[in-house]
């Protein structure tokens, strides 16, 4: 898979553009102010199930993930794509070796040497340094992991790096200072100690601050949102375990910065932390691509136990219904990174644990249960299974945990531990699990995108490319680049596909060769597709009733989202349809768990 590929697959839409705008749900879309015009009526859409954008207002725009970082971020096709492969961990560099750090990451970079001078030199930072001994830490794992302080002083910070030349604003936008209401702009940071965030690639990218009274709250703080920085897109330590879990093949996520620290500390260098929340879709998929097995060692709490559970159903995506139960057995192999749990002692964290028997913490490791063994004890307590409607639900979960399982000695053992758990005989357990299971894959099938057939000139494309009328107009520009003059550079907007827009962009201005690196096989087949013989006045007519033919798709798309949307608004009919199904497979499970209970009654 290429760079380009890798990027796009790991892209999930509505999580992308919520970093830069609010949505909120709407139907099965999400809705939002476009971020590129002023306006009060949200005619902004994302449409998860196509992975695209649209605005249905001034600037008429849309297009796919990548499209959108272009334009929010004014970045080209290529260092949108290398902004997105370093937000998912991939270890890449679409931009020269030695291009310059910019503002915002010098201004970390020198705000981090800063902090670490300060812990190191003043009066402050010897109490500082003793707590962090008293703490554990050696004085190579302090300097490795560049733990700093700041300092008590209002605008100790700001007044240093602005001598060094940095700008306020620049300042304001790395999170490093903020302002008050009136006006005032001070430092984000006082008197803490200060924890460098590092991307994949070690540059500082953010921060996160601990007091070191607990008596101070909250006891610990990160850096704002910016465009260097997102909680939801970063783990901490990432730069220190990549190479060892790239080696390995397995990672430990565990919660807090101390965790991770204590860790390679002892010698376990494949501990990373989601930075006390649960994890992401982008945090996953950024794993993804670096091992093959994850163990979530999570406190044994019930906060602890909740963050897991949220964790593998928004972010591991435990309970969605396989693509092979959706498009048949032979579709959808693609090997998922498997996830297990490790439950600490109760009273203790990854931190004191280690420190404590670090033998004990490879042995925890290794016997890390499995997400069915966790679940099966986890779940049941969150549902009153007294009730035939606990039951129900409890059956309703693990129902989709079971599609998802293709070893029977596997499925056997979950439906065991569900006969004794729901207290129901096996054959009555099939026909519950059947019903849902059937229920949730029709639904699945239904939300698929269909395929439009393709005829005309860009027939010959249609059987190997999402969007056969622009690859004909690109193949035909490339191969014929005279037509250039021909087109106007407005037209891009008419090109849905990003890579497709940057080729078209790139042919009108001459540069093809800045992104033939990054779409390389995708640029060759476009310049070796077999065009027909014609004449250039042909070749013109085919190049215009093209685009004419891309301009009246894009209505039509327009038009169909719109009544969809406006439908949607008026509880949409199929949409009805689905859920009086949804409600007539419920009241028969509950039939069935009813009647289950009368058989026993009777006994």
Not at 22 to 27: A, E, F, P
Not at 73 to 84: H, M, S, V, Y
Not at 108 to 114: G, L, Q, R
Not at 485 to 507: G, P
């Amino acid at each position: 898979m290429g760079i380009l590929e890798d990027v796009k697959s790991r892209i999930e839409i509505a999580e992308l553009i919520e970093q830069y705008v609010q949505i909120n749900l709407s139907g099965q879309n999400y809705r939002g102010l476009c971020p590129f015009h002023e306006e009060r009526t949200p005619s902004f859409f994302i449409f998860p199930q196509t992975k695209s954008w649209r605005c249905f207002g001034a600037c008429a725009d849309g297009g796919d993930g990548i499209s959108f970082i272009m334009k929010i971020e004014n970045l080209t096709f290529k260092d949108a794509l290398g902004f997105l492969a370093k937000q998912f961990g991939l270890n890449i560099r679409l931009t020269q070796p030695n291009r310059s750090l910019t503002p915002l990451q010098e201004a970390h970079e020198a705000a981090t040497i800063y902090y670490q001078n300060y812990l190191k030199e003043s009066q402050e930072g010897k109490e500082a340094f003793e707590y962090l001994l008293n703490r554990g830490l050696h004085p190579e794992t302090i300097n490795n992991f560049k733990l700093g302080l700041s300092p008590t002083g209002r605008q100790t910070l700001k007044g240093h790096l602005i001598s060094k030349g940095f700008k306020e604003r620049e300042l304001m936008e790395a999170g490093l200072i903020k302002k008050s209401q009136n006006g005032f702009s001070y430092d984000m940071f006082n008197g803490r100690i200060m924890f460098p965030i590092q991307d994949i690639s070690s540059f500082t990218i953010g921060f996160g601050a601990r007091s070191m009274s607990n008596e101070i709250e909250p006891k610990y703080i990160n850096s704002p949102k910016t465009p260097l920085f997102d909680k939801g897109s970063t783990l901490y330590g990432i730069d220190k375990a990549n190479e060892s879990i790239r080696n390995s093949g397995t990672g430990v996520i565990v919660e807090g910065y101390m965790d991770v620290i204590t860790a390679h500390q002892f010698g376990f260098k494949n501990v990373i932390a989601s930075m006390g929340t649960s994890l992401t879709s982008n945090q996953v998929n950024q794993l993804s691509s670096i091992g093959n097995e994850y163990i979530l060692a999570l406190d044994a709490d019930a906060a602890g136990k909740e963050a897991t559970i949220r964790s593998l159903e928004n972010a591991w995506k435990t309970f969605e219904v396989p693509a092979s139960k959706i498009n048949g057995n032979l579709a959808g192999r693609i090997k998922k990174t498997s996830v297990r749990i490790a439950t600490l002692p109760n009273g203790t964290d990854p931190d004191n644990f280690i420190q404590q028997n670090p033998d004990a913490w490879n042995y925890l490791i290794s016997e890390a249960k499995t997400i069915i063994d966790f679940l099966l004890e986890v779940l049941p307590k969150r549902y009153d299974l007294s009730s035939n409607d606990g039951k129900l639900q409890v059956a309703e979960r693990f129902g989709i945990l079971l599609l998802q399982i293709d070893d029977a000695e596997t499925q056997d053992y979950v439906l065991e531990q569900l006969e004794v758990m729901l207290d129901v005989k096996r054959h009555t357990l099939h026909e519950i699990l059947g019903i849902n299971r059937q229920a949730l894959i029709q639904k699945a099938r239904r939300d698929k995108t269909k395929v439009e057939k393709v005829e005309g000139y860009a027939a010959g494309f249609s059987n190997n490319s999402s969007s056969p009328i622009e690859d004909y107009v690109l193949s035909l520009l490339l191969q014929n680049p005279d037509l250039a003059v021909e087109v106007s550079e407005a037209k891009y907007l008419l090109f849905q596909n990003s890579e497709n827009r940057a080729i078209f962009l790139a042919i009108l201005s001459g540069s093809i060769i800045n992104i033939n690196s990054i779409v390389e096989g995708g640029l060759e087949r476009l310049k070796l597709f077999s065009l027909p013989p014609m004449d250039i006045q042909q070749k013109k007519e085919a190049l215009n009733q093209c685009l004419q033919r891309l301009e009246k798709h894009n209505i039509q798309s327009l038009t169909l989202l719109e009544s969809t949307l406006l439908d949607e608004d008026k509880s949409n009919l199929e949409e009805s349809k689905i859920l009086d199904t949804v409600r007539q497979h419920h009241s028969r499970l509950k039939e069935l768990f009813l009647s289950t209970s009368n058989e026993k009654g009777i006994n």
